[in-house]
């Protein structure tokens, strides 16, 4: 079946490095892919997403391409910041069955110190 | 726009008792939520596909029985765990699907905050 896989965390960064965050994915169709983060506490919120192939999405600084060659939907950034520390999940939701479900990476928890 | 609300946020009950847990998506319709468990620092496990006006789909290893769903309205849809006991203490999260903008069809899925559910 269709899975995601996440580089595991946590991932330490001092502000202003640079942030790369893998995501790899297997999947039958078409899928659309998602970056969510969870910020302590709260609900899961959408960062970017990409529904085809060399789509780049991007918010916020963040920036993730769909590149179906390799199967990878890797988040950046150029300089993190304290407030971005948080758990990032990769998901990706099939195209071809329609029926919406999104399938999560493990989750990667990013903490960025001053 | 696209809010997701959910009641309560958190809630302790007693082992035997059930628990119900609201979600409402507050500024758009929703014919399909789901909803998901989310163990300490691990990913979400979608449990069940909620369809406004039919029966919920539930994912392979989720008791139906147990974890009842109800999809009543386009904008809410209800979990009650059943007879709970301290192995469903979890945090419950669920989402609602955009059906999107002048026909466009949309995966999106917007989530609520969560409910933590502790079962003594």
């Known amino acids: 079946g269709d899975s995601v896989t996440q580089m595991e965390g946590p991932v330490t960064l001092s502000e202003e490095a640079f942030l790369t965050i893998n995501c790899t994915y297997t999947?039958?169709?078409?899928?659309?892919l998602f970056w969510y983060v969870q910020y302590p506490g709260e609900g899961l919120q959408l960062l970017l997403k990409a529904t085809k192939a060399d789509d780049k999405g991007s918010n916020k600084g963040f920036e993730a391409t769909y590149r179906k060659e390799t199967t990878s939907f890797h988040l950046e950034k150029g300089s993190v910041q304290v407030s971005d520390s948080a758990v990032y999940f990769c998901?990706?939701?099939?195209?071809?069955?329609?029926?919406?479900?999104?399938?999560f990476g493990q989750g990667t928890t990013l903490q960025v110190k001053p | 726009g696209a809010v997701v609300s959910q009641h309560p946020s958190w809630v302790i009950c007693k082992s035997g008792t059930s628990v119900k847990i609201e979600c409402r998506s507050l500024d758009f319709q929703a014919t399909t939520m789901f909803w998901y468990r989310q163990f300490p620092k691990q990913s979400l496990m979608l449990m069940a596909t909620s369809n406004e006006g039919s029966k919920a789909t539930y994912e392979q290893g989720v008791e139906k029985d147990k974890f009842l769903i109800n999809h009543a309205s386009l904008t809410l849809s209800t979990l009650t765990v059943t007879s709970a006991h301290p192995e469903d203490s979890s945090f419950y999260i669920c989402?609602?699907?955009?059906?999107?903008?002048?026909?466009?069809?949309?995966?999106?899925?917007?989530f609520g905050p969560g409910t933590r559910l502790t079962v003594t």
């Open positions: 998901a990706l939701s099939d195209g071809s069955s329609n029926t919406g479900k999104l399938i």
């Open positions: 989402s609602a699907r955009d059906q999107g903008l002048a026909g466009v069809y949309s995966y999106e899925q917007y």
């Open positions: 999947a039958t169709g078409y899928p659309s």
